[in-house]
Every structure is written in structure tokens, then in C-alpha cells.
């Protein structure tokens, strides 16, 4: 009886075992609440506005975030800021830009430009040849499946534009290519791709998927959402790390760019100029130039405001200035394309996108939990 017994208690603590964990409660607006809440502040001329307020409702659902009033408008300022809610928008003048930056890779890749001119001659898929199909290209899409077609179809095409699309941004969000590569590797892409993860950027669905997933998918701490909206332009947690370098030129004396980039890109890179500042502090500090380093090595990841090089950089500065010191700042960065008529920064970016989030808010009802 008592085998019997022991037994029937495996089973019942197998059993619990097996039990699901318990359910999540829901977050800010349901479904319904929350495309009615997108159509009140949509553009009343959009075409399938419906089509976008549940495109916009999908993409915070499938990455597990609520639809609160915050989340929806900050997603619909970006759309609003980077194409007016246009899925692919038109770039006045991308042939032409297109031309310029063909050149551009050839010379870097030393191959002739009449060599390429003979190779964009030839007829593509439809018939046309690639260089009419540059004429006559009006968004990036189209740009860059010509792109994709030239370098799969034309050995040239390799030898100078080497296996990379040099369109790196698109959607309704115009979120980064390489971002939503990295994103559908990390995550399962809620849609079914047709041809490619860099061909679904393009597409409504697939940009406001992407492009909410890099504003508002990763822990930042910040208390307003204007760093967020210059993240998205510069970088995650770039607000956050320009405050540590503004810090960090406080405490040393010494002028630090507030860019967010705290290492140089490549990794065989002399110093930068905010690592040779932390490292000036080296021993006020208490921490040896390798901590340094590895400290400033997680400035593009979460917690980075754990890390001892944070803590004790901000609290010497502070000591020093008498004062707090912000622990957000927008990077002072100014932004370079071919698409740019006019000098423009990360902070404008941030400020106008900011200001279309507030009047976003100002016409949407108030979400549950918001």
C-alpha cells in the first residue's frame, strides 16, 4: 500500500508539473478599442484606413506589446514623420541618386564605369534593361529590386556592388534592412515572407511591423518618449549613452562628442575620443583601462547603466558639478543621405516626430492601463 501510495504522489506531482503557467492579464486597448482609436487619427483621405489601423494594432499584438495610447501614436508620429502613411513611398529624384551612388561603389570597386554602363544595358527580367528600369524608379522598393536582380543575374553586378543592396532603409517607417534581418532571426515574423525578410520591409504590414518593433521593443530607461524617436534615428539606447558621455566630459575636462557611439565600429580601431576620456579616469575611478573598456563594450545593449563604469563615472561628475545630471540627453548627430535637400539632425528628427506624437495623443481616447 505503501508502493502504492509513493506512487500516486509521483503522479500527482507529475501532473502539477504539467499544469500551464498561469495566464498573462491584457494590456491597454483590445483589438476593436484599439482601431477605432487609430481611425480617429488617421488621415481621413488614407486610403484602406482600416487596413492600417489593424496593420498598426498587429504589429504591437504579435510583438507582445499593449496597445496603449502612448504605443499606438508613437508608432503612427514615425509612420506620419517618414512617409505620411505611404507603405513605399516616392523619392523625388532617385534615378538620379541611384546614378550618383553606382558611380560611387564602381570607383570604390575599381571597376570602369563604362564596364557597368555595358552590363546595365542589358535586358532584365520584363524585357527592359536594368538602366531603364533605373530611369524610371520612383521608391526604394523598385530600386531595389533592380538591385537584387542586377547582382543575382549579372556577374558584374557582384564585383561592385559585393552581395549588398545599397538601399539600407524602407517601409512606411523607413526602418533599417539589416534591423529587420536581425529581427526575424531573433523572432519568428508573424506573416508568411513570399520572397524575402528585406522585400516584406517594404510592404505596410511588414514595415509597421518592423519599424514598431525597433522604437519600442527593447528596455530603455527613459521617463519621456521623445529618446525613444531619437533612438529609432541613431541607434538603441543612443540617447542614454550620449547622457553617460556628457557625464563623462564633466568629470574628465575633456570635450566627448554626445554621438552614443562609445566604441568605434571596427573593432581593430584605435581609441575613440570617449573611451580616451574614461580612461583618463582611470584611476579616480577605480577601475583599470580593460573594466573600461568592457564596460563601454555594453553601451549597445540593456544595462549599461549597471555597469560600475556608469555608476561611478555619473556620481564623480556629479560630485563634481553639484548638480544631477541628466540620464537621457538627444545625441548630437547630423544626419547625412542622398535623399537630404536641407542639413538636418537627429534632434530635429526626434523634436518633430515628439511633436506629432503630442498632438497624436491629444485626439486619442485614453487606453486602459495607459
Known amino acids: 500500500m505503501r508502493t502504492a501510495a509513493a506512487a500516486a504522489v509521483l503522479a500527482a506531482l507529475l501532473a502539477g508539473c504539467a499544469l500551464p503557467g498561469r495566464m498573462a492579464e491584457p494590456q491597454g486597448m483590445g483589438p476593436s478599442e484599439a482601431r477605432e482609436a487609430v481611425l480617429k487619427v488617421l488621415p481621413e483621405k488614407l486610403e484602406d484606413r482600416a487596413g492600417w489601423a489593424a496593420d498598426v494594432h498587429a504589429a504591437l499584438a504579435t510583438l507582445e506589446l499593449p496597445s496603449t495610447a502612448q504605443n499606438l501614436c508613437a508608432v503612427l508620429a514615425v509612420t506620419e514623420q517618414e512617409s505620411g502613411y505611404r507603405a513605399d513611398p516616392a523619392v523625388p529624384g532617385l534615378a538620379a541618386i541611384a546614378w550618383k ?25 520584363g ?41 539600407r532603409t524602407g517601409g512606411p517607417m523607413q526602418v533599417s534592412i539589416a534591423f529587420a534581418e536581425a529581427q526575424a532571426e531573433a523572432r519568428p515574423y508573424p506573416y508568411p515572407v513570399k520572397d524575402s525578410i528585406r522585400r516584406e520591409v517594404f510592404t505596410r504590414r511588414g514595415g509597421l511591423y518592423f519599424g514598431a518593433a525597433h522604437l519600442l521593443a527593447y528596455d530603455a530607461p527613459y521617463e519621456q518618449p521623445i529618446y ?39 573593432s581593430d580601431a584605435p581609441r575613440g575620443e570617449t573611451e580616451r576620456a574614461a580612461v583618463t579616469l582611470a584611476g579616480r575611478l577605480g577601475l583599470s583601462e580593460s573594466a573600461i573598456r568592457r564596460d563601454l563594450g555594453q553601451g549597445e545593449d540593456a544595462g549599461f547603466e549597471n555597469t560600475a563604469l556608469y555608476e561611478r563615472v555619473f556620481a564623480y561628475a556629479e560630485q563634481l558639478d553639484r548638480r544631477a545630471l541628466p540620464r537621457a540627453v538627444l545625441p548630437k548627430i547630423d544626419l547625412h543621405s542622398p535623399k537630404f535637400t536641407r542639413k538636418l539632425t537627429t534632434e530635429w528628427f526626434a523634436r518633430r516626430v515628439d511633436e506629432r506624437h503630442r498632438r497624436c495623443l491629444s485626439r486619442m481616447p485614453a487606453a486602459r492601463d495607459d
Not at 570604390?108 to 555595358?118: I, N, T, Y
Open 127 to 167: 524585357g527592359r534593361s536594368y538602366a531603364e528600369r533605373i530611369d524610371a524608379v520612383k521608391t526604394e522598393r523598385q530600386l531595389s529590386e533592380v538591385f537584387e536582380d542586377f547582382v543575382a543575374m549579372v556577374p558584374l553586378g557582384k564585383a561592385f556592388l559585393a552581395d549588398r543592396n545599397p538601399v
Open 228 to 266: 525613444r524617436f531619437a533612438d529609432f534615428n541613431a541607434g538603441r539606447w543612443a540617447s542614454r549613452n550620449a547622457a553617460f558621455q556628457n557625464a563623462l566630459a564633466v568629470a574628465s575636462g575633456l570635450p566627448v562628442a554626445l554621438d552614443g557611439d562609445l566604441l568605434p565600429r571596427a
Open 101 to 125: 551612388e553606382i558611380e560611387r561603389r564602381a570607383g570604390s570597386a575599381g571597376v570602369p564605369m563604362l564596364a557597368v554602363r555595358a552590363a546595365l544595358a542589358l535586358p532584365s527580367k
